[in-house]
T-cell receptor, first 113, second 114 residues
Framework: SQTIHQWPATLVQPVGSPLSLECTVE??????LYWYRQAAGRGLQLLFY??????ISSEVPQNLSASRPQDRQFILSSKKLLLSDSGFYLC????????????FGQGTRLTVV | KNQVEQSPQSLIILEGKNCTLQ??????????LRWYKQDTGRGPVSLTI?????NTKSNGRYTATLDADTKQSSLHITASQLSDSASYIC?????????????FGAGTRLAVHP
């Protein structure tokens, strides 16, 4: 069966520090991968999606970047965190072609102080 | 603009009661509509997924309906339990550039009280 792992679960970082969140998927190959952010009391906002290794598309301009160094690994990064980067970050995957549902990781609660 | 709107924003009901959550969308082209349950601090978990031709789909005590003409969906929860307390998110999928772009509603926060 397919599983998705996302870590860390919680993170408190000072303003201006770097960020690296990692997401890995098991039990499938060539998945579509997504990073979402959920601000308090708001819906999920798509940040990045990837349909293959090294292929990253950004949905909104921001202080973050994403990379996909391996087929089932998706990394969310920032060189210098801002207070506004605080939120709940979710990684998700769906089958190639994206015609089935998306499966989500457990999320990372990021607090920038 | 692709949008998904949910109502009510929050809801409190007593254990054992039924409730219905609403979702209106303006997404084109439409691929499918999903309802997710999200416990606090966790990732969303899928409850139902419906395509254009499906009007009703059930998953235990959860029943989702879809009216593709009026672009409305509802999620009915029967005989609520304390464990139903969570956010319920309506998500409409559209195909864009070969990938499944998901448009999320803001969710309805349901609290079930004993």
């Amino acid at each position: 069966s397919q599983t998705i792992h996302q870590w860390p679960a919680t993170l408190v970082q000072p303003v201006g520090s770097p960020l690296s969140l990692e997401c890995t998927v098991e039990g499938t190959s060539n998945p579509n991968l997504y990073w979402y952010r959920q601000a308090a009391g708001r819906g999920l906002q798509l940040l990045f999606y990837s349909v293959g290794i090294g292929q990253i598309s950004s949905e909104v301009p921001q202080n973050l970047s994403a990379s996909r160094p391996q087929d089932r690994q998706f990394i969310l990064s920032s060189k210098k965190l801002l207070l506004s980067d605080s939120g709940f970050y979710l990684c998700a995957w769906s089958s190639f072609g994206g015609r089935t549902e998306a499966f989500f990781g457990q999320g990372t609660r990021l607090t920038v102080v | 603009k692709n949008q998904v709107e949910q109502s009510p924003q929050s809801l409190i009901i007593l254990e054992g009661k039924n409730c219905t959550l609403q979702c209106n969308y303006t997404v084109s082209p439409f691929s499918n509509l999903r309802w997710y349950k999200q416990d606090t601090g966790r990732g969303p978990v899928s409850l139902t997924i419906m395509t254009f031709s499906e009007n009703t789909k059930s998953n235990g005590r959860y029943t989702a309906t879809l009216d593709a003409d009026t672009k409305q969906s509802s999620l009915h929860i029967t005989a609520s339990q304390l464990s139903d307390s969570a956010s319920y998110i309506c998500v409409v999928s559209t195909l864009s550039g070969g990938y499944n772009k998901l448009i999320f509603g803001a969710g309805t926060r349901l609290a079930v009280h004993p």
